[in-house]
């Protein structure tokens, strides 16, 4: 089969590699449909953190075509949603809402095992605890890359609204107008917020920000940016806000324009960053977040996509297929795009 392969810094090539195979009486191989580059996946691309030579991807959906003898609640020809995670859904950490501290589980694409997402099958581990199915089988394009956006990043901006503690009339505000950024605006008029504040530099981003709900644009960063959101807010600061990038700035700038007993959801992937304890303590200011439970959210996300409450398919602004899957790195990696869809069968 074909399959993105994480070579070196800025360098992904689609090569050939053996098809995967049932290993567990608990796996189930996966025909993939849809795939798409993750903000996350940028760090590897851009040599910000270290990546395996390998198979690389985490995000996809598609058509089961085997499944091992253990599997129970799935059979060939299912169409599914497969979270970044793959997760039993029956440990202490799942039922509590965690799937992705499973004690059996793991995440796609870390190289090693060629267990990517962007790829024209993988093997999902655990597979009746990971994947969703979602019935019918007659889904327009448009339908697809909603469902897509559940594998991650819909449910990483859910993640970020959730762990802020967004509330129907509150004020929130989110730093980042990447994908997740965004995905985050959606989650955040989605569970109610009156006041919805995005810091976004970017025409297009701020375009999607404003349609699904942004109240406010702030264009400053830093300093000059929280200022803007005080001033927003009758120098208050925000009952909830949601980082979405992962920065040292980005980071302090959230807890700078949290107002006091307020929440900081942490869903961007932490690089060199360190949080001020005399302001989280002084102030009341919580944290929470982390690698988001798609699992958990999926089911409740999906009806909203199917009821067309929510369109978080609007997100990819790049189309491609797994051949040109260097483009579909550089567009994002260049803010060419939010982000790249990879159509693969």
């Not at 979270?83 to 694409?109: L, Y």
């Not at 994002?332 to 069968?345: F, G, H, P, T, W």
Request: hydrophobic letters at 45%.
């Amino acid at each position: 089969m074909k399959a993105a392969i994480f070579i070196e810094e800025y360098r992904i090539e689609v090569q050939e590699v053996p098809d995967p195979v049932i290993q567990q009486a608990t796996d189930a191989i996966v025909r993939v449909v849809m795939a798409c580059v993750c903000g996350s996946d940028l760090w590897y691309y851009r040599g910000i953190g270290e990546h395996p030579r390998g198979s690389i991807g985490h995000e996809f959906i598609g058509v089961v075509e085997e499944v091992g003898s253990s599997v129970v609640f799935l059979k060939k020809g299912d169409f599914v949603i497969a979270p970044f995670a793959f997760s039993d859904n029956t440990c202490p950490h799942c039922r509590a809402g965690f799937h992705t501290a499973c004690v059996n589980g793991s995440f796609f694409g870390m190289g090693e095992k060629n267990d990517g997402g962007q790829a024209e099958f993988v093997r999902v581990p655990q597979a009746d605890g990971t994947l969703v199915r979602v019935e019918g089988d007659d889904f327009s394009e448009a339908m697809l890359a909603s469902f897509l956006t559940l594998s991650d990043v819909m449910s990483t901006g859910y993640h970020a609204a959730v762990s802020a503690g967004v509330k129907e009339g509150g004020v929130a505000a989110i730093v980042g107008d990447g994908a997740v950024g965004l995905s985050a605006v959606l989650s955040a008029k989605l569970l109610g917020a009156e006041q919805i504040i995005i810091i976004s530099r970017h025409e297009s981003r701020q375009r999607l920000a404003r349609d699904w709900g942004a109240t406010h644009i702030v264009e400053e960063r830093g300093e000059a940016g929280v200022k803007v959101v005080k001033a927003l807010t009758a120098g208050v600061g925000a009952d909830a806000v949601m980082e979405c990038v992962g920065t040292k700035e980005a980071n302090e700038m959230a807890f700078a324009m949290a107002r006091p007993g307020a929440v900081v959801g942490r869903v961007g992937v932490p690089h060199e960053v360190t949080i001020n304890p005399n302001t989280t303590f002084y102030y009341n200011i919580g944290m929470r977040g982390g690698p988001a439970p798609a699992r958990a959210y999926i089911p409740a996300l999906l009806n909203d996509v199917i009821k067309g409450r929510i369109n978080p398919g609007r997100v990819f602004d790049f189309v491609t297929d797994l051949d040109n899957i260097q483009e579909a790195y550089a567009v994002m990696d260049e803010r060419r795009a939010i982000k790249s869809l990879i159509k693969i069968s």
